[in-house]
């Protein structure tokens, strides 16, 4: 889609030699002559001076990278942007179309699509390629896909550095680590079974752990069934190294969820499959506990593309894309209202949390606790709801509740991302700090005092969001932060800075933490940096 495929004159470029700013300014200039026909060529004054040459007008939308909401605006204000290009791949099609196009062109997990695939999904998306593009940026945003990632498990770790290879840490009683042993590692350790496969998401629950590669498809390993081992009762099946889940070969998975009782998939399209729940919540399925079939979320999502999911103790919450803006649905359990809808009851379908709206946020981040939830809007604004133990939701008291709720304590900060814990939360603002509030045993907040270093400073609960001071003595910007959701183990968290350095604190008993710890010591109170690099 240049400017000699296009038909227009190929423009040449010089170089410009090197001299000094002093010569280059003290140049005499020519007279600009205010004479319209030298601005217009042969057009009418008024027109667009660069309709001769709109291969180079695309060229610039393309390569500068625009939001699809900017190039929307273009054909909402100017005629030329709205009448077809007259281009290839669809002569139809508007400059601003194409642009968005290209910029999807270029998305690693738009690229492998067929063009039967790739029209499918723009149908999914409200028929327009902006809108598949602005899907794509919202995945990539939420989910850090293709980027470094750090996972702190119940008990063990997952870290994924940016080209794909996978580190294991921590407990590994039911050979959730994959190295083909259920002994534990107390270093990061490659994943050597994975060696020439790219992974690009990870996730983890108690004793079992989910990877996604580059391809779409998903490996497992440790324990192989729902429920049964949650508080150390043995006796399921386990898997040491990484396996195929033959049952998701032909969904192209690009996100995994995992909760008590359940495992949610998102597929690159934007449809949710759940498979293994249990039965008494079949979230949308009749079918029985042991069902390992992945099944297609029913209900309100059906025909609604979702770009992230986040699962809970027995509850699952998805954000959707669709033309009127980005909204979250919740389904499962609803005790400590934590689905959000103002009850709490349980919801076997997906169901609109309306109250976003009320507070005119439009979600980009969601995050599930095992209890609680929380969201990040796009005006950096943080919401939380749910069972309010401990002050997880960072209203200054331990009440639930049971709608989204602004925390009115970051009004000042915008957040840019959020992660919940087992009555705990995390929010990340634009600039790097951290705040915490929530659950303070195992140390996991981090919010050890250097100059009392007593073990009521670094375990007490915080009711309202404070700043975490020692990650900002590491004078590094913490792009994303992870930390243990389960009932039943004590926490640890990660924080991953923009350079790919990892930090962890908290519980380290199991190793968790990638380091050997002291003679009677179990836990660290202050971010302590990890042997391992994810840039």
Same mark, same amino acid.
């Given at each position: 889609?240049?400017?000699?495929t296009?038909g227009t004159?190929?423009?040449? %470029?010089?170089?410009?030699?090197d001299?000094p700013?002093?010569t280059i300014?003290?140049?005499?200039?020519?007279t600009f002559?205010?004479?319209? /026909?030298?601005?217009?060529g042969?057009?009418?004054?008024?027109?667009?001076p660069?309709?001769?040459?709109?291969?180079?007008v695309?060229?610039?939308l393309?390569s500068?990278?625009?939001y699809?909401?900017?190039?929307?605006?273009?054909?909402?204000t100017c +005629?030329?942007? =709205?009448?077809?290009a007259?281009?290839?791949?669809d002569?139809?099609?508007?400059? +601003?179309?194409l642009?968005?196009?290209?910029?999807?062109?270029? /998305?690693a997990?738009?690229k492998?699509?067929t063009?039967?695939?790739?029209?499918h999904l723009?149908?999914r998306?409200g028929g327009s390629?902006?809108?598949?593009?602005r @899907?794509?940026?919202a995945g990539?945003?939420?989910?850090?896909?293709?980027k470094?990632?750090?996972?702190?498990?119940?008990?063990h770790?997952i870290a994924v550095? +940016?080209?794909?290879?996978? %580190?294991?840490f921590g407990s590994?009683s039911?050979?959730q680590l994959?190295h083909?042993?259920t002994?534990?590692e107390?270093h990061?350790?490659?994943?050597?079974?994975?060696?020439?496969?790219?992974i690009?998401q990870a996730? #983890?629950?108690?004793g /079992?752990?989910?990877?996604i590669s580059?391809?779409g498809q998903v490996?497992?390993?440790?324990?192989?069934?729902?429920?049964?081992?949650?508080?150390?009762?043995?006796?399921?099946?386990?898997?040491?190294?990484p396996?195929?889940?033959?049952?998701?070969k032909n969904?192209f998975?690009v996100?995994? !969820?995992i909760?008590n009782?359940f495992t949610?998939?998102?597929?690159r399209?934007g449809r949710?499959?759940?498979f293994?729940?249990g039965?008494?919540?079949k979230l949308?399925h009749h079918t029985?506990?042991?069902?390992?079939?992945?099944?297609?979320?029913l209900?309100?999502?059906?025909?609604?593309? *979702?770009?992230?999911?986040?699962?809970g @103790?027995c509850?699952?919450?998805?954000l959707?894309c669709q033309p009127?803006?980005?909204?979250?649905?919740?389904?499962?359990?609803g005790?400590?209202?934590?689905?959000?809808?103002g009850?709490?009851?349980?919801?076997?379908?997906p /169901?609109l949390?309306?109250q976003?709206?009320?507070l005119?946020?439009q979600?980009?981040?969601? #995050?599930a606790g095992?209890w609680h939830?929380?969201?990040?809007?796009?005006?950096?604004?943080?919401?939380?709801?749910?069972?309010?133990?401990?002050g997880?939701l960072?209203?200054?008291?331990?009440e639930?509740?049971s709608?989204? =709720?602004?925390?009115?304590e970051?009004?000042?900060v915008?957040? *840019?991302h959020v992660?919940?814990?087992?009555y705990?939360?995390?929010?990340?603002a634009?600039?790097g700090?951290? $705040?915490?509030?929530?659950c303070?045993?195992?140390a996991?907040?981090?919010?050890n005092?250097?100059?009392n270093q007593?073990?009521?400073?670094?375990?007490a609960?915080?009711?309202?969001p404070k700043l975490?001071t020692?990650m900002?003595?590491?004078?590094e910007?913490?792009?994303?932060?992870?930390?243990?959701?389960s009932? $039943?183990w004590n926490a640890h968290?990660?924080a991953?800075?923009?350079?790919?350095?990892?930090?962890?604190?908290?519980?380290g008993?199991?190793g968790q933490l990638g380091?050997e710890?002291? !003679?009677?010591?179990?836990?660290r109170?202050?971010?302590?940096?990890?042997?391992?690099?994810?840039?």
């Open positions: 889609m240049d400017a000699t296009s004159p190929t423009i040449q %470029y010089h170089n410009i030699p001299q700013i002093t300014v003290a140049t005499q200039l020519p002559q205010r004479q319209l /026909r030298h601005c217009f042969d057009s009418s004054p008024g027109e667009f660069l309709s001769a040459n709109p291969s180079i695309l060229h610039v393309t500068c990278s625009l699809p909401q900017d190039l929307a605006k273009l054909e909402a +005629s030329f942007f =709205k009448k077809p007259n281009f290839a791949p002569l139809d099609l508007s400059l +601003s179309e642009a968005a196009l290209d910029m999807c062109q270029k /998305r997990i738009f492998p699509m063009t039967e695939q790739q029209q723009k149908q998306c390629w902006k809108l598949v593009l @899907f794509l940026m990539e945003a939420c989910c850090r896909r293709e470094s990632q750090a996972i702190a498990g119940p008990g770790s550095t +940016s080209k794909g290879a996978v %580190y294991s590994n039911s050979g994959g083909g042993t002994e534990e107390w990061p350790r490659p994943i050597r079974a994975l060696q020439g496969i790219r690009i996730t #983890a629950a108690t /079992r752990t989910m990877l580059d391809s490996y497992a390993f440790g324990k192989d069934s729902f429920g049964e081992a949650e508080i150390g009762i043995q006796g399921s099946k386990m898997v040491t190294s396996q195929l889940v033959e049952s998701l969904i998975v996100q995994a !969820a909760g009782f949610a998939v998102l597929s399209e949710v499959y759940t293994s729940w039965s008494d919540g949308c029985d506990p042991n069902d390992v079939e992945p099944r297609p979320l209900g309100a999502l059906e025909h609604i593309p *979702v770009v992230q999911i986040a699962a @103790f509850y699952l919450l998805c959707a009127s803006g980005m909204s979250v649905y919740s389904v499962g359990c005790l400590g209202g934590k689905l959000g809808h009850s709490k009851t349980d919801e076997k379908y /169901r949390i309306e976003f709206q009320v005119n946020i979600p980009k981040v969601v #995050a095992a939830a929380a969201v990040v809007g796009q005006d950096g604004r943080i919401c939380t709801w749910g069972w309010g133990r401990c997880c960072g209203h200054g008291n331990e639930c509740e709608v989204p =709720k602004v925390v009115e970051l009004r000042d915008k957040a *840019v992660a919940t814990g087992d705990t939360t995390f929010v990340v634009d600039n700090d951290v $705040y915490s509030f929530g303070g045993e195992s996991s907040l981090g919010h005092n250097p100059e007593e073990q009521g400073d670094m375990h609960n915080v009711l309202s975490v020692s900002k003595e590491m004078n910007k913490v792009v994303q932060i992870s930390l243990t959701n009932v $039943y968290t990660f991953l800075t923009e350079s790919g350095k990892l930090y962890g604190f908290g519980a008993d199991k380091v710890l002291g !003679a009677n010591q179990t836990e109170g202050k971010p302590e940096r990890v042997d391992i690099d994810l840039g």
